[in-house]
C-alpha cells in the first residue's frame, strides 16, 4: 500500500515538455516549488504523506519525503493542453519506479495545481476523483 501510495505521488509529480506553445506555457506556469496540500488515493486522504515537487523546464524532483523520494526521485512531464481536460504523462527518470509511465490529467489555476492519475493501468482519469479501489492518485499542490 504504501509503495502503491508513493509511486501515485511521484508518478503525478512528473512534468514535461509537451508539444507546442502552449505546453511551454504550461511548463514555464508550473516553474518553481510547490508544496503538497491534499492527497487522495483510492477514496482515502493520504495527505500526511508531506513532500515538495521542485518543477525546473520539463523535469520535476521530489524534496522533503524519503519513501516518495526513493521510488520517483525524479520525473519528467508531457503536457497537453489542447484537451479537456488537460492530459500528462508522467515517466519516472530516477527512482525504483525508472521506466514507468503515468497517465494523468492536470488543472492549473494560480498557485494551485491539481494532478489526477492512473497509477496502476493504463486508463487516464477524466476527472479530478480518486474513488474507493479504482488506483487513481488526487494529488494537490500549492506554489510556495
Given at each position: 500500500?504504501?509503495?502503491?501510495?508513493?509511486l501515485?505521488?511521484?508518478a503525478?509529480?512528473?512534468?514535461?515538455?509537451?508539444?507546442?506553445?502552449?505546453?511551454?506555457?504550461?511548463?514555464?506556469?508550473?516553474?518553481?516549488?510547490w508544496?503538497l496540500?491534499?492527497?487522495?488515493?483510492?477514496?482515502?486522504?493520504?495527505?500526511q504523506?508531506?513532500?515538495?515537487?521542485?518543477?525546473?523546464?520539463?523535469?520535476?524532483?521530489?524534496?522533503?519525503?524519503?519513501?516518495?523520494?526513493?521510488?520517483?526521485?525524479?520525473?519528467?512531464?508531457?503536457?497537453?493542453?489542447s484537451?479537456?481536460?488537460?492530459?500528462?504523462?508522467?515517466?519516472?527518470?530516477?527512482?525504483?519506479?525508472?521506466?514507468?509511465?503515468?497517465?494523468?490529467?492536470?488543472?492549473?489555476k494560480?498557485n494551485?495545481?491539481?494532478?489526477?492519475?492512473?497509477?496502476?493501468?493504463?486508463?487516464?482519469?477524466?476527472?479530478?476523483?480518486s474513488?474507493?479501489?479504482?488506483?487513481?492518485?488526487?494529488?494537490?499542490?500549492?506554489?510556495?
Amino acid at each position: 500500500m504504501k509503495i502503491t501510495i508513493s509511486l501515485c505521488l511521484a508518478a503525478v509529480l512528473m512534468l514535461g515538455g509537451g508539444e507546442g506553445g502552449d505546453a511551454k506555457k504550461e511548463i514555464d506556469g508550473v516553474k518553481g516549488t510547490w508544496v503538497l496540500s491534499d492527497l487522495t488515493y483510492n477514496g482515502k486522504d493520504h495527505g500526511q504523506n508531506k513532500f515538495n515537487v521542485v518543477f525546473k523546464g520539463d523535469e520535476a524532483t521530489v524534496e522533503g519525503n524519503d519513501r516518495v523520494k526513493i521510488q520517483y526521485a525524479r520525473l519528467t512531464l508531457k503536457f497537453d493542453p489542447s484537451t479537456t481536460p488537460k492530459m500528462l504523462d508522467l515517466t519516472v527518470t530516477d527512482g525504483s519506479q525508472q521506466g514507468a509511465v503515468v497517465e494523468g490529467i492536470y488543472e492549473l489555476k494560480g498557485n494551485e495545481l491539481r494532478i489526477c492519475a492512473k497509477v496502476i493501468g493504463k486508463e487516464r482519469p477524466t476527472e479530478f476523483q480518486s474513488p474507493a479501489g479504482s488506483n487513481v492518485v488526487l494529488l494537490v499542490l500549492k506554489r510556495e
